[in-house]
């Protein structure tokens, strides 16, 4: 099974842009979750999709915005981008099984932003 | 909130030698802890997991168990190798907040041959 696949895998912007990401989780798996990584404030989550409806956010500015497709197909936009978005941004999908929290989050490799 | 505390890093070991990393955390309810692995230019993998109190993860030589005592979920390993070199990140999830991960600070551990 191939896993989660993430595009691009690199992006330079400059301030002010806005930027999409993609994410194609694992088939089978209908929940996706976005999390961004800085060495600075480390690993945060960003927001869940599970049936094409966000159903958990972490605590990250209005600029920050997903959707999911039918497919669970995944993007995330940044609108306005910041200095402080510069980040690797990872995005994983799980089976959906009868507990949520139990079950192994599957990561794909990630996109690096560069915000100049 | 949810938190979660790893020793500070980096670690360096030679190769043999025997790992431990710490990992604490602070919960509300009865959370399932994990723990991942990142390679250089890679993605998260996970490691290995326990979902309740006094279960043991296993995994390539690498053990944690969950001890709701001392909310705690040490990762060890009794002999290792250079290719284990990489950053290791203990999370948890929490019934209440589903397949939210809340990640420690990440380890580097680093081995030299």
């Known amino acids: 099974k191939a896993g989660v696949t993430q595009t691009p895998r690199y992006l330079i912007k400059t301030r002010g842009q806005q930027v999409t990401l993609s994410c194609s989780p694992i088939?089978?798996?209908?929940?996706v979750s976005w999390y961004q990584q800085t060495p600075g404030q480390g690993l945060q989550f960003l927001f869940e999709?599970?049936?094409?409806?966000?159903?958990n956010k972490g605590n990250f500015p209005g600029r920050f915005s997903g959707r999911q497709f039918s497919n669970s197909r995944s993007e995330m936009n940044v609108s306005t981008l910041e200095l402080g978005d510069s980040a690797l941004y990872l995005c994983?999908?799980?089976?959906?099984?009868?507990?949520?929290?139990?079950?192994?989050?599957?990561f794909g490799p990630g996109t690096r932003l560069l915000v100049l | 909130g949810d938190s979660v505390t790893q020793m500070e890093g980096p670690v360096t070991l030679s190769e043999e030698a025997f790992l431990t990393i710490n990992c604490t955390y602070t919960?509300?309810?009865?959370?399932?802890l994990f723990w991942y692995v990142q390679y250089p230019g890679e993605g998260l993998q996970l490691l290995l997991k326990a979902t309740k109190a006094d279960d043991k993860g296993s995994n390539k030589g690498f053990e944690a168990t969950y001890r709701k005592e001392t909310t705690s979920f040490h990762l060890e390993k009794g002999s290792v190798q250079v290719s284990d070199s990489a950053v290791y990140f203990c999370a948890l999830s929490e019934s209440t907040s589903g397949s939210r991960l809340t990640f420690g600070e990440g380890t580097q551990l680093t081995v030299n041959p």
């Open positions: 088939s089978g798996h209908r929940s």
């Open positions: 919960a509300t309810g009865y959370p399932s």
């Open positions: 999709y599970f049936s094409e409806t966000q159903r």
């Open positions: 994983a999908s799980s089976p959906e099984a009868f507990s949520r929290s139990k079950e192994t989050q599957y």
